[in-house]
């Protein structure tokens, strides 16, 4: 169990070391003047600001020391938590900025990644090798994973949102009220959380459901099924051994599938405007944000690696194998 | 061994027969690449037979969908139908280039690390497992944000260096049960070299499972572009289907009731992308017998 935490710690270590590293080279090594970008924006004439600004920025970047010395700069600057001042807010530091936003993206990730996975698996494992419902389930998961994100976002916040006027279609909370302690605005953030997460929820259940039902399918075809329908146990008992062998890989796609659920995040939170980093991210591009965008970058990264070694830790839990030192999880 | 010889082309002839046999009765695979064949038709044809430039400004702005405008025009009068069809080609090329680089850097990683086994394996399944756990959009984000002028090309290709993990994990694992066969074996002892045996006799004999590998990858770098280009990273010229979405998006189609513009573009995607996952899963029961419906 030692190697298989010291190992999957090595990865993410490797990969916080890489994505940082990522983080750097991109604004100095792209094709294109970050500075020069951030310069024209601000649409001054004067030679002289000009100068001034373009000072300024390449004092920020560091960009007139030695390139190690930059990259020393960088994580050391990072470590204290010092991702630069939002061009956006300014001069609100980029860390205060994320951190406003983060709750909400959290709110609505964590709930529905998890109510997706369990009903998901739920429904498949019941599908499976059970012709009429299956012919159901497999069409219906199958248009829902090749959905994107925010189309079935747009087309909920359209047929509940706008015809029938059940669901506010855009931001958080109401605009009239200020975020408090109260029941009234826990309401009108429920109220607005409903929708992104219907959609979250929706899109990623199909992708559960054809997995779990695959896999099944596959266990229900094994050696110990076998044995034990000719012993005679009744389908109810086997299909329970079958569905505790199959979560095993569900568990492994989870962390694989981290990536992805946090991308369709994004992009339904920009559709609802709903406050957290997707509308952030957003709000950076148009504005050229870079320091915002990169700070974003590394709390998404840093969140999916936590959340892979969380499921790490979960996968030891649930199957023995890894904790006595046995080939069961692929590092 | 002349017989064998004589026999192995006549076998194999035989077996694609059959492949094909189960493939044209398959109703996954036809239906599935029928959906796809069709919309490929309509984005290479459509914008020869519809004249026009796509984002042209027209005369009659908000319009639903009506003989003229088959599906309706966006707030400035552009044509729904022609930036549909122009959409599409850019979802297709976007598909082919970061399928196409995701599986060939999939193979090459998987086969490598599969058939060589031992240190090379450890380094690169180390890459793989640390390219695995980035969130991949969050890098494109940061690349195409750098990149001044964008193009779907380069988005392909970025898409493609970012998403063959998954891919070179898989064709690794496959690797791995056939490098201990008797005829790769039997190739390692006629003195053939690492490359003559990927090639001759690891590769074919997955090509079905390549295959199948390919069309996830291309499904896939048509979702992610997508989301690039809703976010506001997609190509800085031109139509695809993402940045009609985004478009509509933000020029507030939903509230204005505009069905007409993000339903379109969405079905698009959502049907070449599902059309490929169907067929996907008729491939896998024409090539793998156990699965077949009988």
Do not use: C
């Amino acid at each position: 169990m030692r190697r298989y935490f010291s190992r999957k710690l090595l990865i993410y270590g490797l990969t916080f070391f890489v994505a940082v590293t990522v983080n750097w080279l991109i604004p100095r090594f792209m094709p294109g003047d970050p500075v020069a970008s951030m310069v024209a924006r601000a649409n001054v004439a004067q030679p002289e600001a000009v100068e001034a600004m373009r000072a300024y920025y390449n004092d920020l970047f560091g960009f007139d020391q030695p390139l190690w010395q930059q990259y020393v700069n960088f994580w050391g600057a990072m470590f204290q938590g010092d991702f630069g001042i939002s061009i956006w807010l300014f001069p609100t530091p980029v860390s205060t900025v994320i951190n406003g936003a983060v709750p909400y993206t959290l709110g609505l990730i964590i709930p529905s990644v998890l109510l997706s996975w369990v009903v998901g698996n739920r429904f498949g494992a019941y599908a499976a090798r059970r012709k009429l419902l299956d012919n159901t389930v497999l069409p219906v998961g199958y248009v829902l994973t090749a959905m994107p994100y925010m189309w079935l976002a747009v087309l909920l916040a359209w047929a509940l949102g706008v015809i029938a006027g059940l669901f506010p279609v855009a931001g958080g909370y109401s605009f009239s009220m200020r975020p408090n302690w109260s029941w009234t605005f826990a309401l009108d953030l429920l109220h607005h959380w409903t929708l992104p997460f219907l959609s979250l929820f929706l899109v990623a259940l199909g992708g559960w459901a054809i997995g779990m039902r695959n896999m099944i399918i596959y266990e229900l075809e094994s050696d110990y099924s076998n044995y034990l329908s000719a012993l005679g146990a009744p389908a109810r008992l086997i299909r329970r051994y079958a569905f505790r062998n199959a979560v095993l890989p569900q568990i492994t796609g989870l962390a694989l599938q981290l990536g992805v659920l946090v991308a369709g995040a994004l992009v339904t939170e920009i559709v609802f405007a709903y406050p957290g980093l997707g509308s952030l991210i957003l709000k950076a591009i148009q504005n050229q944000d870079f320091f915002l965008l990169q700070g974003t970058f590394l709390f998404i990264v840093l969140g999916v690696l936590i959340a892979n070694f969380i499921i790490d830790i979960v996968y030891v839990v649930v199957d023995p194998r890894t904790r006595a030192g046995m080939a069961g999880a692929q590092a | 061994m002349t017989t064998l010889q004589e026999s192995e082309p006549r076998e194999r002839e035989g077996m694609r027969r059959e492949a094909l046999h189960f493939a044209v009765r398959n109703a996954k695979l036809v239906t599935g690449f029928g959906i796809v064949v069709v919309l490929l038709v309509l984005g290479m044809v459509g914008p020869l037979l519809a004249g026009g430039t796509p984002n042209d400004y027209g005369t009659r702005p908000m319009s639903p969908p009506s003989a003229e405008h088959w599906l309706g025009t966006t707030t400035f009068g552009q044509d729904i139908f022609l930036q549909f069809v122009h959409g599409l080609r850019a979802t297709f090329l976007v598909g082919v280039i970061g399928g196409g680089i995701a599986a060939v850097i999939g193979m090459l990683v998987g086969f490598v690390a599969g058939y060589r086994g031992g240190a090379v394996d450890e380094v690169l399944n180390m890459l793989t497992n640390v390219i695995l756990v980035i969130p991949t959009l969050a890098v494109l984000l940061i690349i195409n944000a750098y990149l001044g002028i964008r193009s779907v090309a380069v988005q392909g290709l970025f898409i493609g260096l970012t998403q063959w993990p998954w891919a070179a994990r898989a064709i690794r694992a496959q690797t791995f049960s056939l490098r201990t066969r008797e005829f790769v074996d039997l190739a390692r002892m006629s003195g053939a070299g690492t490359w003559r045996i990927i090639s001759r006799e690891i590769a074919p004999n997955m090509s079905s499972y390549l295959f199948m590998t390919f069309i996830l990858l291309f499904g896939g770098a048509i979702l992610i572009a997508s989301s690039l280009d809703f976010i506001g990273l997609g190509p800085t010229e031109g139509v695809s289907l993402g940045l009609m979405l985004q478009n509509a998006n933000q020029w507030s189609a939903l509230q204005l009731g505009m069905w007409w513009w993000f339903v379109p573009p969405g079905a698009g995607i959502t049907a070449i992308v599902g059309a490929l996952y169907v067929a996907n899963v008729g491939l896998d029961e024409v090539f793998n017998p156990k699965l077949r419906e009988t």
